[in-house]
């Protein structure tokens, strides 16, 4: 390894810029494709020294021969991808004519992400809500946007406050709700090991907040959406 590696200097650079880089933070702005390749190879030769700590025989265990490797690439690439990769394209459409949807829209995203605090699975579903405003997104866009969100290291609490200010970005909408609800590997895991883990978080803006009609509305089609497709 060179005296300074990338990792170090990327570090000083975000320190030096005054740019925050928690677990649950995108740093895409940092991190070019090229420089990401450079890191994973770093992140392997780390995850080699942790395997040798853990006194794992990495040379003679055949399933833990490219353990290191592999573990630097679901991280940069799989479970914390949301860190490194910028925002998804989310090409707005117009909703200003005559017969605009004036409606309430709820979508339901699957949600994979990772605990901040120990690395472990968080699974499980967030319902979007918004009263469309001037422009509309494409369906699937509000879950790529989720998902975004949720590959990095978080916390439900705040995974929730940051998809409803990525939604209220790319729709323009004041009005929404998002709510999760999810299971988590560090209590199921670990620690208290209950397997029944789950974990409900609501965050409210608009008339999802003032008006009790618009927020009974949001929680009455998330029912019906849970009797469809239930988990
Ligand atoms: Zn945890």
Known sequence: MSEKNLAQAIREQMKS???RF????NISEFVDE???EVLINEATQAFEQVLDT???DRETDPNSHGTARRLAKMYFNEIMAGRYDPAPDATAFPNDS?????GMLVVRSELRSMCSHHHQPVTGVAYIGIIAAEKLIGLSKYTRIAQWCARRGTLQEELCNDIARE????TGAKDLGVYIQAVHGCCENRGIMAHSSLTQTTVLKGAFKEDGNTKKEFFDNIKLQQEFAPR
């Open 17 to 19: 810029q005054g740019k």
């Open 22 to 25: 928690w677990a649950g933070d």
């Open 34 to 36: 090229e420089q990401k």
């Open 54 to 56: 853990l006194l794992i």
């Open 98 to 102: 005559q017969d605009r949807y004036e």
């Open 167 to 170: 939604i209220e970005k790319a």
